[in-house]
């Protein structure tokens, strides 16, 4: 018989938090670890973030979908340090390969019905150009309703 499914375990709540089972993140752990390793083997001041900071800032960020400026307060450092671990954390990982996504084929194999659809309709403001306005004029610009 297989593990029964608990949501109250350790490994439940964690993977609820980060998005990855504990398993995992000690793997990217390793991975991360090991190239900062080669990177800093001189020494030279600490770093603002440890390689677990930096990996828990990142998956953070993909799931919680926080404002770097947010994470950067809570952990104490600015946002261009985030911005910086993130794509660190990512780039590493990518060129490691041992994680990867499926490619298209098989995301295309698994199913041709769709249950779901969303779609993001939030208005966002343009630029309107200075000079020759009318062209791009929607008629909407001062309209008070």
Not at 67 to 78: Q, R
Request: glycine content about 6%; some cysteine.
């Amino acid at each position: 018989m297989g593990k029964k499914y608990n949501p109250n375990s350790p490994e439940s709540v964690f993977k609820r938090l980060y998005g990855v089972k504990p398993d995992t993140f000690e793997k990217m752990t390793e991975i991360l670890q090991k190239e900062y390793d080669k990177m800093h083997k001189a020494g030279g001041s600490p770093p603002k973030l440890t390689v677990k900071d930096k990996l828990t800032v990142t998956l953070k960020y993909l799931r919680e979908y926080r404002t770097m400026e947010s994470i950067g307060a809570d952990y104490g450092v600015s946002k261009s340090t985030v911005c910086e671990s993130i794509q660190w954390v990512e780039n590493t990982l990518t060129e490691d390969k041992t994680f990867k996504l499926p490619g298209k084929k098989v995301l295309k194999e698994t199913s041709d019905t769709i249950q779901y659809m969303i779609v993001d309709v939030t208005e966002s403001p343009i630029q309107r150009p200075k000079k020759g306005q009318k062209e791009y004029y929607s008629g909407k610009k001062n309209a008070t309703r």
